[in-house]
C-alpha cells in the first residue's frame, strides 16, 4: 500500500468546471505539497502547506491532519490547467513521499 | 518564485559511459538539495539527500556507487551516472530548499528544476 494515495487517477473536465483532486496519506507529516508537471516534465511548486487551507489564483488547497487528507480544487477550469498533479509529503528527516499524480484534462 | 536550473535538459550517451547532470540554485543559497527519477507516467522517485559540505543520503535501493552525487557548494549539486545502462534511461529532477520564515518559524520551500531526460543507447 503506497503512502500516498490519490483519486481520481485521471480526470477530464469541460473548461469552466470546478475541479477536485484528492489526497490521502497515512504517515504522520511535517508539510504536504501540492506539485504541477506539465507534459514536458517540468515540475511547479504549487502549495506547501500543514494546516488549514491556501489559496493562489484560482487554486485552493486544504488540509485535515486529523484525517490524513489534502483536496486540490481548481475552480474555473482552463485547459491550460491540463497537466498531471501530484501529491508529496514530507515526512520526518526529509523523507518524501509521492502520489502517483492525476492527470488532468480541461477540454475547451 | 525562486529558480532552479538543470543541465543538461536531455542527454543522450552509450551504454558503459557516465553522465553528469547539474543542479544549480540561481537565486538562493541551498544546504539541501533532492535528486528524483522518474519513469514515464510514473510518479517521481525519491533517489537521495544531497547536503552541502557532506555525504548524501541515498534512499532504499539506489546505489550510492552509480549514482555519484556531489553538493561541493551552496549552489550547485552534481549526479553523474555512472557506467551507465539502458534501465538508467530515466527523467531525472532535482529540487532545492529555500529556507525563510513564517512569522516567527524557520520553514524551508521546495523548488523543483525542470528536469534532465537520460536516454541511454
Known amino acids: 500500500k503506497n503512502e500516498v494515495e490519490q483519486s481520481p487517477q485521471n480526470l477530464t473536465a469541460q473548461e469552466g468546471e470546478f475541479i477536485t483532486i484528492n489526497c490521502s496519506y497515512s504517515?504522520?507529516?511535517?508539510?504536504l505539497h501540492w506539485l504541477q508537471q506539465h507534459p514536458g516534465g517540468g515540475i511547479v511548486s504549487l502549495f506547501m502547506?500543514?494546516?488549514g487551507k491556501k489559496k493562489h489564483g484560482r487554486l485552493i488547497a486544504t488540509i485535515n491532519i486529523q484525517e490524513k487528507h489534502s483536496s486540490l480544487h481548481i475552480t474555473a477550469s482552463h485547459p491550460r490547467d491540463s497537466a498531471v498533479y501530484i501529491c508529496?509529503?514530507?515526512?520526518?528527516?526529509?523523507?518524501?513521499?509521492f502520489g502517483t499524480g492525476t492527470s488532468l484534462t480541461v477540454i475547451p | 518564485g525562486a529558480v532552479v536550473s538543470q543541465h543538461p535538459s536531455w542527454v543522450i550517451c552509450k551504454s558503459g559511459t557516465s553522465v553528469k547532470i547539474e543542479c544549480r540554485s540561481l537565486d538562493f543559497q541551498a544546504t539541501t538539495m533532492f535528486w528524483y527519477r522518474q519513469f514515464p507516467k510514473q510518479s517521481l522517485m525519491l533517489m537521495a539527500t544531497?547536503?552541502?559540505?557532506?555525504?548524501?543520503?541515498?534512499e532504499q535501493g539506489v546505489e550510492k556507487d552509480k549514482f555519484l552525487i556531489n553538493h561541493a557548494s551552496l549552489t550547485l549539486s552534481t549526479l553523474t551516472v555512472t557506467s551507465a545502462h539502458p534501465e538508467d534511461s530515466s527523467f531525472y529532477i532535482c529540487?532545492?530548499?529555500?529556507?525563510?520564515?513564517?512569522?516567527?518559524?524557520?520553514?524551508?520551500?521546495?523548488?523543483f528544476g525542470p528536469g534532465t531526460r537520460l536516454t541511454v543507447t
Open positions: 504517515v504522520g507529516i511535517s508539510a
Open positions: 529540487s532545492a530548499l529555500k529556507p525563510g520564515t513564517s512569522g516567527r518559524a524557520l520553514i524551508y520551500e521546495q523548488y
Open positions: 544531497s547536503n552541502e559540505g557532506s555525504k548524501a543520503t541515498y
Open positions: 502547506l500543514s494546516s
Open positions: 508529496a509529503v514530507r515526512g520526518g528527516g526529509n523523507q518524501f513521499y
